[in-house]
């Protein structure tokens, strides 16, 4: 899947121009051995204010609210782990190390890196954690500048150019996986480093020539029902330590299993071929329909769920829309795991999937997996459908559809984690109030059902239809663009551009709302409220810019 600004339709396939085996390597050369490897999850430190720590683990004397309010604290980075189950498998003799720094403070993990520094790091790099992927990047420099430095995610792998040339990737980043092939990708790169494959056989792969040049070698995504999904065994201490206690603050009321992980059980969505007919989120990225393979999968659900005690985030972008009752009826993955569970005999006495669905996909779906799934993540979006018609990804049909869709979720004892956005195109600030007021309603009369909601200002981040829209018709918006975007200042104009309302009036909304959350929840209750958080040039992020320059000012 080639990975830029322009939406293009991903290509599902083992192209043969890359090598998509290493696990016969054969005798690696002692002196080009990989001996380590690092991954990386970052902490959002540059993306939160107003008091939203999101794991902060720089921050002191915090309450385990405030801690673990961000909600990738309470589970590990599934393409992380993903890589590191392929490195187990496939070179076994090199050792490895995963870092989520929302849980581990930055001075533990420059000390760890000084003394015994990696020889490769991988980073999962979202927009809100550019920042500090360079910041941990520059630091392995400054004590091993032989270390290799990969960035991926969507963030590196849409601006690859720009991460390769700018002003610190140039100097921190050596490769940049540009597609959804993540351990083929990193496998193949390993494998190089240790002179077992040419450089041009590696797929989804970025990187500087010698003369200067940026090559990507774009590949299709290799297909799910062909790849191994992630051994959560192998990072159970960090499961226990970091992630357990954050589940527990938040989610042990409402679930049996008392832990959560990601599993990439399918992706994209079944909304048509042409990019017109899906829904705006699987339209600007192409995204191809695509699952595993459910006899496979069934064993490692088995162990997650038995042995293991956890939940699963199905970390689809729309997973109840494919039963073979939806659309065209060409997928029967919802009917074949449905089947498989009830088979099982340890996943039939539990039902532990979080799973994605649009309004009319859970009212065709709700019946059908009432076994397996636990959760409807439900992306709401909003509740005026007026506001739905431009650049949400929500294809909602207005309050009526959704209010039968809650009530067939309370029917049929699901759990609710529902999603919205504030600032949509068309907002005016009465639209606001109607908003604040529809949700509390919503969280009031649900409570019972409900264990999360995300409201946020509209996120203008590289794969979203509005950043592509904003940076073709806005002069400021190509300006800003480069490795490190202004997330806040992006949003700010785009709401500023395309409503009657101004951030500060979205941020004020989405205060009261959580204000109002607060309140239902009580003493006792655990109503998790959460939101994106953009950024801005304030004292915190400016002291993280002056860390960022003072190590590079080190590099030789």
Request: glycine fraction near 8%; proline fraction near 5%.
């Amino acid at each position: 899947m080639k990975m830029s600004l322009q939406p293009l339709q991903e290509l599902v396939g083992a192209d043969p121009r890359y090598q998509w085996d290493y696990s016969r390597r054969g005798t690696p050369n002692p002196l080009r051995r990989v001996g380590s490897v690092w991954y990386f999850g970052l902490p959002l430190t540059s993306a939160h204010r107003d008091a939203h720590n999101a794991g902060d683990a720089m921050a002191a004397d915090v309450t385990a609210e405030q801690r673990y309010r961000n909600e990738g604290s309470v589970y590990p980075h599934a393409s992380l782990v993903e890589m590191i189950t392929y490195q187990q498998a496939w070179f076994p003799d090199a050792d490895w190390r995963y870092i989520d720094m929302t849980h581990v403070p930055w001075p533990e993990v420059r000390a760890a890196i000084n003394e015994n520094p990696p020889d490769v790091a991988a980073f999962t790099v979202y927009t809100a954690t550019t920042l500090w992927a360079m910041i941990v990047a520059a630091e392995i420099k400054r004590v091993n500048p032989k270390a290799v430095v990969v960035f991926g995610n969507d963030h590196a792998g849409i601006l690859y150019k720009e991460t390769l040339t700018g002003k610190y990737g140039s100097r921190l980043v050596d490769f940049v996986s540009t597609g959804n092939n993540g351990p083929f990708t990193l496998m193949g790169l390993l494998t190089h480093l240790e002179g077992g494959v040419d450089l041009t056989k590696v797929p989804s792969l970025a990187y500087r020539t010698n003369t200067g040049e940026v090559v990507n070698q774009e590949a299709s995504t290799f297909p799910l029902n062909r790849r191994i999904l992630p051994d959560y065994r192998l990072i159970l201490d960090k499961l226990e330590q970091h992630y357990d206690p954050a589940f527990s603050v938040w989610y042990a009321r409402h679930y049996d299993l008392k832990r959560m992980v990601t599993v990439p059980l399918d992706g994209g969505c079944t909304w048509g071929k042409r990019p017109g007919r899906r829904c705006m989120h699987c339209s600007i990225q192409g995204l191809t329909p695509k699952t595993v393979d459910v006899p496979s999968a069934i064993p490692v659900l088995e162990t997650i769920v038995g042995d293991i005690g956890a939940n699963v985030y199905a970390c689809g972008d729309s997973t109840l829309g494919f039963s073979r009752e939806q659309w065209d009826g060409s997928i029967s993955y919802l009917n074949d795991m449905a089947e498989a569970c009830a088979a099982s005999p340890i996943l039939r006495k539990q039902r532990f999937m979080l799973a994605y669905g649009l309004v009319y996909e859970f009212l065709d779906s709700a019946e059908l997996c009432k076994g397996f799934v636990r959760t409807w993540n439900v992306g709401l979006e909003a509740f005026d459908p007026k506001l739905l018609k431009a650049d949400s990804k929500g294809i909602n049909k207005g309050p009526e559809r959704i209010g039968e869709a809650l009530e067939l979720a309370r029917s049929l004892d699901y759990k609710l984690f529902a999603s919205g956005i504030m600032g949509l195109p068309g907002t005016t600030l009465k639209n606001l109030r109607g908003e604040v007021d529809s949700w509390l309603a919503m969280a009031a009369e649900y409570k019972d059902l409900i264990t999360s909601i995300s409201v946020a200002a509209p996120g203008i981040i590289p794969g979203s239809r509005m950043y592509w829209d904003s940076y073709n018709t806005h002069s400021q918006v190509r300006a800003w663009h480069g490795e490190i975007l202004p997330a806040r200042r992006l949003t700010e104009l785009y709401i500023r551009e395309n409503t009657e309302v101004q951030l500060e009036d979205v941020e004020a909304a989405i205060s009261d709302l959580r204000n109002g959350i607060i309140e239902l929840n009580g003493p006792m209750e655990h109503m998790k409220f959460g939101y994106y958080m953009l950024g801005g040039r304030d004292e915190d992020e400016a002291l993280e810019y002056r860390i960022l320059d003072e190590i590079c000012d080190q590099l030789d």
